[in-house]
């Protein structure tokens, strides 16, 4: 499957899958910025991010999160790579990780948390889906780096 997006980066800007063409890409989703489980994911992401980058791979988070709340938790958390804002889930919803979840027993949709690794050609390469916050970055990291 082909991934397209063009989305609003943190800081407004439009971010497609043109700006990664012919390049490796590690996108996850999170569900909500500045949330315990989406900061440590995302830090585990920035502490991992110049390994994965020197074996060629770039990284973008991606949430339904307004791009003013995702430049927020960039900054705090300082993050390196690029926080792209899905509000109306239509990325989500194409690569299936948009659906009903539950919390402390209220049922709702949301992001599902996962992550897609994309080829240069911007086929999926490898996806991690219904991923816990904590741990899967060091399997990405173990599957892609060896």
Not at 51 to 73: C, M, Q, T
Not at 104 to 123: A, C, L
Request: aromatic share 10%.
């Amino acid at each position: 499957m082909t991934v397209t997006f063009s989305l609003p980066d943190q800081d407004g800007r439009t971010v497609s899958s043109e700006d990664y063409a012919g390049k490796r890409l590690i996108m996850f989703f999170y569900p909500k910025a500045m949330t315990p489980g989406c900061t440590a994911e995302a830090c585990d992401f920035r502490d991992s991010y110049d390994d994965l980058l020197a074996a060629g791979y770039e990284i973008v988070g991606v949430s339904p999160d307004p791009p003013e709340r995702n430049a927020k938790f960039r900054e705090k958390e300082g993050l390196p790579f690029p926080l792209l804002s899905d509000e109306d889930h239509s990325l989500a919803e194409s690569l299936g990780v948009w659906g009903k979840k539950k919390n402390y027993g209220k049922e709702y949709e949301g992001i599902i948390r996962s992550t897609f690794v994309i080829g240069p050609d911007g086929e999926i390469e490898r996806a991690y889906r219904n991923v816990k916050a904590t741990g899967h970055v060091a399997q990405i990291k173990q599957d892609l780096l060896g």
